[in-house]
């Protein structure tokens, strides 16, 4: 089954934030972060280390 990261990525748009700043705040390897951006498949705990960040008042 094919990956996409496109939700993602129009979340981030939508909340003004970069991949890089989503990268630093949920702590994720710049390697994995390479990974999401070409839909490639990530472990889940990288799932749910950007699902569970409190990214502040970027998210409300």
Known sequence: MAVSYKRLWKLL???EMS??????????????MTKL?????VSLTILS????????????
């Open 49 to 60: 280390k950007i699902c569970t960040r409190n990214y502040g008042e970027l998210w409300l």
């Open 13 to 15: 748009v939508d909340k």
């Open 19 to 32: 991949k890089s700043d989503l990268r630093k705040k949920a702590e994720i390897a710049p390697n994995t």
């Open 37 to 41: 951006r070409r839909d490639e498949e």
